[in-house]
């Protein structure tokens, strides 16, 4: 069973940005970044599919920006211009790698079978 695990998380100014990693232990095809508010529902941010397509929640886009290294199993999320709504625990999500890459981009948060730990990102002055 593939792993993943988050890192980038921390305390930032509003204005400022924060780069999340998430490495896998093995090859797996589309990703995604949720997160989690205190309160609130688990919400899908961005997705990149394993063809490289990619989309974002309204609410962070022109902010925020997903990449993959497919090489290294790895996926980023760049965030800037951070505000204090974007506070939450955010999670790295994949799926099973396909058998050919896809650009179809999936938002079912049950297409996303694994699941890293999250980390904690905190927006405050």
């Known amino acids: 069973q593939v792993q993943l695990v988050e890192s980038g998380g921390g305390l930032v100014q509003p204005g400022g940005s924060l780069r999340l990693s998430c490495a896998a232990s093995?090859?797996?095809?589309?990703m995604a970044w949720f997160r989690q508010a205190p309160g609130q529902q688990r919400e899908l941010v961005a997705v990149?599919?394993?063809?490289?397509?990619?989309n974002y929640v309204d609410s962070v886009k022109g902010r925020f920006t997903i990449s993959r290294d497919n090489a290294k199993n790895t996926m980023f999320l760049q965030m800037n211009s951070l505000q204090p709504e974007d506070t939450a625990v955010y999670y790295c999500?994949?799926?099973?790698?396909?058998?050919?890459?896809?650009?179809?981009?999936?938002?079912?948060?049950?297409?996303?079978?694994?699941w890293g730990q999250g980390t904690q990102v905190t927006v405050s002055s």
């Open positions: 093995g090859s797996i095809g589309d």
């Open positions: 990149i599919s394993s063809g490289g397509s990619v």
């Open positions: 999500a994949a799926a099973p790698r396909p058998s050919a890459a896809s650009l179809r981009i999936r938002t079912d948060r049950r297409h996303y079978t694994i």
